[in-house]
């Protein structure tokens, strides 16, 4: 098990709002973490943040190597990949052109051959592998806006993994889901880690982080004021207190529902 | 040089100065009442001035007394206002920042020829409305005319000032352009708000048109095009502070008349000998003072809070475009041989323009950055072709080249504002880019054409003359002869080709990512500053090589062959009937003035080229509303597809993918268990 994101000190300002202040975070290779926190937290400030979008100050590094300061695409190339909360697909691209894109880079030499020759670009393997993973291929020559929101998710989804990536940031890939899809999508993400792909998960489904992270950071106004793992962030005092708020029992219980249900299909198989 | 000299001019300077505040005026009132940066704020004026014109000289038969030639202006004003928001503005109250602009232009080019078409190219000598006379001071005469233009404006801009301040009105206006909704909440109908403010803008615009008269003739080019320093000024006041846009119109009125007091210096630069000072030297200021204000205010401007649901229009995948190259190749082929000599140099301007317009395919289909600026390098390319031979005897085919290559150096330098703008501030400074390249590089003698025009060599090749005047003239007879044509008809169908795999090559997909959505290239790693300048570079390269072809064609070029207005007329034909694809560009090139339908129009009807752009404005207008892909569009692709239909999401069932796995963990995929942490 090695580090592959470690985030020290890092803080952001929006003028006077301090959107991040000193988050101390860290991913291993073989994790999926969690990372949560009411409505304005800055949790997906901390993802613009590690991938290059907003400037931070403060450590970043990706396995091993020093990324604070670098371009948004240079960080991505060093296979860092990121989905959006607001999905932001390539509208003017079908689904599979969606993928390959992300999976290729092309150079001066394809770009000849392709332009001048009329090669067919390259059939990219990651990129329909990634299609088969989330189900996508009878959408593969479908356009972005033909697609209902759910699916444009797992477009989004796809396109991150079709990269690559040694580590995937995903800002809220459950928003929006049913129940029982984002318990699917739980079961797919859980297993993309366990095939050798860390992720961090932002998202507000507290039944589908507790139930499927093996370490959580809470965040709360741009501080982290708690980690561990789902069982100790589930009783945690200030958790509940900041987070949870009033609905306790009831966070907890979805909590617990989702949890026993996942275990309830995994017994079934 | 004596400071009283200066003082005198800075004063003359406050009556353009005053015009080019006044129609910042409009551009603001436009911007503020319903979010379209219009570039036709100088055509309505120029609209009411031709009308004051009219009515005062009796060219409608009637003459009227001043009073009543001024009241009927103005009413004039705000029928055009009405119309203008009727037809320009309403039906595209949801459309991209981008069509709204480009509405605005098909409405510039309507007006412009109108004005054509009903009065001839010639200036007219207005009847001023002004009193003349002149007062002394600082020992020189200063028209007093001058003064009346900057207290009327003045007091204009006050009043909008106080009344977007002050009033129900314009906190309602203020807070419709941050979220319609909010209008409601102040029980007013945004839709009134955007028609009053119209109107408020077609009005100042007539006013602005009959004050023009006092100082200048009114023609069809001078006052439209006063709106790139409007543009300029309105950009220093963010698009929406009367106060900063007046006064930054003024100033830039006072630097241009100081300019002209310049030039008659000895030490003033000149070209084709002295006493001839440099042309263009303003509008290259302007350019200038416009790209500063651009990187110092651009991310001032306010994004408006409605809702938009129109971007570019798609650029689908070609289909079979070998298949229809040879075709359309083969029937062009035979036309060129058989057309009669007028069809003939109709289809080769046509093949010219499609190049032109595959130029505006790679930048603006694929890259997503409306440029106005590609004609204008196809000029630098052709007066490099002119230069090259008179200056240093080089020729065919070298020239070319080189005139290619330095359309495509100039192009990369030009692309880098567009770096930091893009959609309707891009178009703005290519605009303003556009008329500084017409008069400051083209205008000059020493490198453009000045006012005679450039020679430009036949192209030869192993002293086999195959260009315009070759002496092989086909069955239909005549010059240009079919050689040029089929030469012409060669390059087209080359580029466009490649154009064809651009669009399906990896390059192209990461054009298409750029122009979707730049944070979401980033962030699969595509380099989008490089991406754009390729783009430049590519579709800089290709105007380039049309404007060569467009030298060679005529054997001698003048600053207008690469115009604004050519470019205008350009972009509208090509939003009209499609400007993302390789079909909807060579379609759109039949259309545009002095192309195969212009001549035919014209000898068969006897309806000249102004006819033309005067139907095409709009045209241009009614495509963005009903057809906002462009016609070819709908056509070749098929209508557009629904938006999705709701469909569950379905069961997704695992596999285990030895591809997305890292290695680490590979062997031993599991389902979906929590017991992955291991320490
Ligand atoms: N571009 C910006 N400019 C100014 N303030 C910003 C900007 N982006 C975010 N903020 C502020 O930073 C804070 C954190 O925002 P962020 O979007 O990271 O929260 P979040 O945890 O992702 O919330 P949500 O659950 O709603 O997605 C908020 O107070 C927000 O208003
Ligand atoms: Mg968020």
């Known amino acids: 098990m090695t580090t592959v994101l470690s985030a020290q000190g890092v803080s952001v300002s929006f003028g006077a709002v301090r959107a991040l202040d000193g988050v101390d975070l860290e991913v291993q290779s073989d994790q999926l973490v969690g990372l949560i926190g009411p409505n304005g937290a800055g949790k997906t400030t901390f993802i613009d943040a590690v991938t290059g979008f907003v400037p931070s100050r403060g450590e970043i590094t990706l396995g091993g190597r020093r990324i604070s300061g670098m371009a948004p695409h240079d960080r991505a190339r060093l296979r860092l990949a990121r989905t959006w909360q607001t999905i932001e697909l390539f509208d003017d691209l079908s689904v599979r052109e969606n993928l390959s894109v992300s999976s290729r880079r092309s150079t001066m030499v394809s770009t000849v051959s392709e332009v001048l020759f009329g090669r067919p670009p390259r059939a990219e393997a990651l990129a329909e592998e990634a299609m088969h993973l989330l189900e996508l291929d009878e959408d593969a020559e479908r356009m972005p806006n033909e697609l209902p929101q759910g699916r444009r998710k797992l477009v989004g989804i796809a396109r991150a993994l079709a990269s690559k990536p040694q580590l995937l940031l995903m800002d809220e890939p459950a928003a929006g889901l049913a129940t029982n899809e984002s318990l699917e999508l739980g079961r797919i993400l859980r297993n993309v880690v366990d095939s050798g792909l860390p992720i961090l998960l932002v998202d507000h489904d507290m039944g589908l982080v507790l139930g499927i992270c093996d370490y959580i950071y809470v965040l709360d106004f741009g501080k982290i004021i708690a980690q561990g793992t789902a069982e100790e962030i589930r009783h945690n005092p200030q958790v509940l207190a900041a987070y949870l708020g009033g609905s306790t029992s009831e966070a907890v219980a979805t909590a617990e529902a989702a949890e026993e249900a996942a275990e309830s299909e995994h017994a079934a198989k | ?679």
Not at chain 2, 184 to 198: D, E, W, Y
Request: net charge positive.
């Open chain 2, 1 to 679: 040089m004596s400071l009283n000299q200066v003082l005198v001019f800075l004063l003359l300077g406050l009556g353009s100065g005053g015009l080019i505040a006044g129609i910042g005026m409009g551009v603001v009132l436009s911007y503020r009442g319903a979010g379209v940066i219009n570039i036709s704020v100088g055509a309505i004026a120029m609209l009411a001035g031709f009308c004051y014109w009219a009515l005062r000289t009796g060219d409608f038969g009637i003459t009227f007394a001043a009073p009543w030639a001024v009241t009927l202006t103005l009413i004039f004003a705000i029928v055009l206002g009405l119309f203008f928001e009727g037809f320009c503005v309403r039906p595209l109250r949801r459309a991209s920042p981008l069509a709204k602009l480009v509405a605005t232009l098909g409405f510039l080019l309507s007006a412009q020829a109108a004005v054509i078409l009903a009065f001839g190219e010639s200036a007219r000598p207005q009847p001023a409305i002004l009193p003349g006379g002149t007062v002394l001071l600082f020992g020189g005469a200063v028209q007093i005319n001058r003064f009346w233009i900057f207290g009327i404006l003045l007091a204009i801009t006050l009043l909008f000032a106080g009344i977007f301040r002050w009033t129900k009105f314009g906190l309602g206006t203020r807070a419709a352009a941050e979220n319609e909704a909010n209008a409601t909440l102040f029980g007013l109908s945004p839709n009134r708000l955007s028609l009053v403010n119209t109107v408020a803008m077609s009005l100042t615009m007539g006013i602005v048109g009959l004050l023009a008269a006092s100082i200048q003739s009114v023609d069809s080019q001078t006052l439209p095009l006063m709106v790139v320093p409007a543009l300029a000024a309105a950009m220093f006041g963010s698009f929406t502070s009367f106060g900063i846009t007046f006064v930054a119109g003024l100033l830039i009125g006072m630097a241009e008349s100081l300019l002209t007091y310049f030039e008659t210096f000895s030490w003033f630069p000149t070209s084709g000998g002295p006493g001839n000072p440099i042309p263009g030297v303003q509008e290259l200021m302007i350019f200038v003072i416009l790209v500063i204000a651009m990187l110092f205010r651009a991310s001032r401007i306010p994004g408006r809070g409605d809702i938009i649901d129109r971007r570019l229009p798609a650029a689908p995948r070609p289909k079979a475009p070998m298949k229809g190259a040879i075709r359309w190749g083969a029937l062009a082929a035979f036309a060129i041989w058989a057309l009669p000599y007028g069809f003939r140099e109709g289809l080769i301007y046509s093949l010219i323009a499609t190049i032109s317009l595959f130029s505006l395919v790679v930048i603006t289909g694929y890259v997503g950055q409306l440029s106005v600026v590609q004609i204008s390098l196809g000029g630098v390319a052709g007066f490099t072709v002119s230069h090259l031979f008179t200056n240093f005897g080089i020729a065919f085919p070298w020239a070319g080249i080189i005139g290619v290559i330095f359309a495509i150096v100039i192009g990369v330098i030009s692309g880098f504002p567009a770096l930091r703008v893009r959609g309707v501030g891009l178009v703005v400074v290519t605009l303003a880019a556009t008329d500084a390249i017409q008069n400051f590089g083209f205008g000059n003698t020493t490198w453009g054409a000045g006012n005679t025009g450039a020679a430009v060599p036949s192209p030869s090749i192993f002293g086999f003359n195959f260009g315009s005047n070759a002496t092989f003239h086909g069955l239909g007879g005549g010059e240009p002869s079919p050689l040029f044509g089929w030469f012409t008809l060669l390059l087209t169908i080359i580029i466009g080709l490649l154009i064809c795999n651009l669009r399906r090559s990896g390059l192209g997909q990461e054009m298409l990512a750029v122009r979707a959505n730049e944070r979401a290239a980033a962030a699969t790693g595509i380099n989008v500053r490089n991406v754009k300048l390729i783009g430049f570079a590519i579709a800089s390269g290709i105007a380039g090589v049309s404007g060569v072809l467009l030298a060679y064609s005529y054997g001698s070029i003048t600053a207008d062959s690469y115009g604004t207005l050519v470019a205008l007329n350009f972009i509208a034909f090509g939003y009209i009937i499609g400007i993302t694809t390789v079909p909807g560009a060579v379609q759109a090139a039949v259309g545009v003035p002095g192309g195969l339908f212009a001549f035919a129009l014209l000898d068969w009807f006897g309806l000249q080229g102004n006819w033309l752009s005067f139907v095409g404005g709009f045209l241009l207008v009614l495509t963005l509303i009903h057809r906002p892909g462009g016609v070819a569009l709908d056509i070749f692709y098929g209508p557009p597809k629904k938006p999705f239909k709701e469909r569950p999401l379905g069961r997704m069932i695992f596999r285990p993918s030895p591809v997305l796995a890292n290695g680490a963990a590979g062997a031993d995929v599991t389902e979906g268990t929590t017991a992955g942490v291991s320490s």
